[in-house]
């Protein structure tokens, strides 16, 4: 039986970790926080004291946190997690981070005998309770077959997208599509509003069409609902939207939809949505349209 | 056996009018282009020397015509179509026109007592083919009921959403969310060519997640296919278009990022593009980042 | 000496007229509100009880309304001014309204003899009592040598651009330059308080250098202290910016920074500050930007 | 009579450096190319074989350098121009650089008992020759003063906007809104070419009015006459807007239009344009209108 390590068991860490005791790994897993590792045990997982032992004797170790300093931090540097892994051991990382640090983390992985992969996640709390994220996967081949078993027990579309660093470029590619797709849909709403339509009858017909999306799907009851809670929040959507233009413009790419998307993104959060789930974008479309929001 | 007369049988109208055939209806259609008729006769519908003589004795009227003034020319005026409905008429307009065109053809149709309904459809001449269109329907309710038998030989999300304009105003929010879905899924791959990945992979994974959308399943093989024949021409949206925005502006209602992909689909037409299909954004992004089409 | 008939005595009208009374000329004006009639009066000019009185017996014609609707409804149709007028009679309408109008204004007043100058300005409250303004005049250019004298007594820049309507096509292109230069300028202001610098002493730099504008010179004072009191409505700017998008989507223009000025604008009306400063567009960046107001 | 360390000889440096001499300093100057260096000597100066050399025994240090790591190559790190300069020095970085690294460099003067001040311009090639820039100047008032008779030979309005960084930051907020005019005033000169007007003549009016700038003053005579020779180049301009997005990200300041001014500058550059005049944003405004430049 494989051993994993699963480092970060957050609001999408935790799920994950536990669909995998559930497909019958063994899992040692630690977070900051002792009562998520107790989820996790509860589970039928281990806790484990800090990231360093979660890891030890693993055969694959999984990371999912917050954002690039935090993954440099445990992974990488002086009594970092990566310095106590055994040659042959699996890193695979499915925290959203920058593309050029996914791949300083594979080149310090390749250096001492580590396959390390980039395998972001799209899909939600919710994909993750339910085994069905998305896994955009970039690293060698031989570890991403190596690491297959796990990812199938969390994910459902799972691909192997391009070599180090090509999961997170797909991941930023995801999270433009997203932003621009919910303001897309919070204009088209209070469009909708404004013109007295019955708005839930608009969405049922919307989804069928062209304009129909996974974010009309999932989202946009909750958006009438008024229904904030995340969820995806604010505060990270605009993170990794930073990630996305900072890429573009390195890159020489035109996003002007997916710009303007960040600076509304940016706006939700300087108003003090940060911790709103990021379908808040249509109290701002709202209130750039004098329309209060009928409680 | 319900009589149908059918107006407009283009790439949209002439599949739609086929299926009603096939459903069983008597459908006698008129087309300005002879061959287009005599393509109705074909698959056993009956040709019609004009509008008028197509909605002759008909139950119900249909219409699928490019415009506003198209329908206002072979609607309403001196001659027009409305002129000779016997009143119990039921005359349903499946064109994308503005929705105040669409309340007037209401209301001179309550003055002859025929039933109106504005019932325009989203799915593409694909949609139109295989009967799966996305039918969003503005009118009385019982007009609604009496032409549902029809709509049902063409659609499968049939929704009744409102009262007269109430259908043209969900499709132009639906022309809003398609049009900025397209420019964002030309961005996402534009960025993801410009930093080498595999995007053929890139879209398989984007699509199981919440980037996921019908742009993404039906049009970005095309896209990246570079195959730009339409399908749903750039002058036709660009026209949507400025219904969308001119309806949010009448309606005080701020639509940045649809604004916006008005702006670039109109700046497409205005390049010599408006006979290509709408994916075809995809070139406007690579051309604003210097990349030319890779052939 | 040359007798005037001036139709509009509002904020602009006005000062506009009584300068016209400075020069030396006879002028007769109408607004609807007496009190306005009054003030010229005051100032040594006749009032009359009507728009056609006004004109009886004018040699030059001015006019100076709100939008298209009101030149229209004074100038054409049955009954109107330009009924009444002798040929030879010069008429200057100094309004903004749509280029068409301009150019039919034009062709009916060539079918009776009457020459037409589209004569919009540039300049504000301020130009207008320092006869200071702006005036971009479009028409045949004996009407404009003919006009001269009663320009030269309102304005200082005084340049004819072209044919019928070439004057509101000019005033279009200003107004898109004035309403983006205020965002720009807004954006600044929040950049420099959110990292605070003295914007007193950066908008004296900024002046002096290539950001320089009238905007900055005649307008960042006002924002700054928080004088919202038009000066230029953010209505009448709206109404500007919908002629502007218009005709720029006529004639196949891309005008991206002009239609996100457009929404803006649009979203500052929406909020309910139609009759605030047009410098109001700080009101909104600090919105969007979480910050509240230091009063 | 002070002496002048100045380092970078370039567009701006030369010409700069050049007044300093006239106006009586005596001037060591470096640069890497030595013909800019025999410039120098040719107007009166000293040439240096380093920027240290150039720096030695200097009373007022200044630095006209590119960027950001070029400043701190040159003046920060083992051996760099800091390290060597005695206390009582000042150091006037008149480059145009982040926020930060002007911080940075102010607290590195300070512990070596160097006045560092931040002090970049505005006003391009022509206002270094004429030495009437425009000069933003951040750091202690006292160094301001020690400094003042340095920066009044080289230009005309020079304020202290406030702490260390704080010039930076009104430079940072001057590009914004120049890059933004420069749009505005080239979708307004594609816009009336598209609608047939004069266009020299409408600049003029243009000029006098609210829309009037210095970039209309300025550059729309070269824009119409389509010389793009640098002035100030592309590469540059995309450089300071990627400073300014970063900063108003790092503030929470929503800066639509200076997104999407950046977004446009970036695809100018993407498009092979970053050595011509950033006035060629008019390249491009007609080229997305799908107007080839008529020469």
């Known amino acids: 039986m494989t051993a994993i390590g699963f480092i970060g068991l957050g609001v999408m860490g935790g ?17 900051r926080s002792p009562e998520k590792v107790q989820r996790l045990v509860d589970a039928g997982g281990r806790g484990a004291a800090s990231a360093a032992d979660a890891a030890e004797g693993a055969d694959v170790v999984v990371t999912m946190l917050p954002d690039s300093p935090d993954v440099e931090a445990v992974l990488l540097g002086d009594g970092g997690v990566l310095d106590g892994l055994a040659p042959g051991t699996v890193l695979v990382d499915m925290s959203t981070i920058r593309p050029d640090v996914a791949r300083s983390l594979a080149a310090a992985g390749a250096a001492r005998g580590v396959g390390v992969l980039d395998a972001p996640v799209s899909g939600g709390e919710q994909g993750a309770i339910d085994a069905t994220l998305s896994i955009m996967v970039g690293g060698e081949a031989s570890t991403f077959e190596a690491a297959r078993p796990v990812l199938d027990a969390v994910g459902r579309t799972i691909v ?20 621009g797709t919910l303001q897309l849909v919070a204009e088209a709403l209070v469009f909708l509003d404004a013109h007295g339509v019955d708005r839930s009858r ?13 974010v009309l799907d999932r989202k946009a009851a909750a958006m009438l609902g008024r229904n904030f809670r995340p969820g995806f929040r604010v505060d ?11 890429a573009a413009r390195e890159a020489g790419v035109a996003i002007p939809a997916g710009s303007l998307a960040a600076t509304l993104m940016g706006a939700l959060r300087a108003q003090g949505h940060g911790d709103l789930d990021h379908g808040a974008l249509l109290l701002q479309v709202e209130q750039l349209s004098g329309r209060s929001p009928e409680e």
């Open 15 to 31: 799920p994950m970790a536990a669909n995998l005791v559930k497909a019958g790994f063994e899992v040692t897993g630690f977070n």
């Open 202 to 214: 608009a969405v049922e017909v919307l989804a069928g069409g062209l304009a129909g999306s996974a």
């Open 160 to 179: 192997h997208v391009g070599p180090p660093g090509a999961g997170q470029t797909v991941k930023a590619a995801n999270q433009l599509i997203v932003a």
């Open 236 to 246: 990270l959507h605009h993170k990794d939207l930073g990630i996305v233009t900072a």
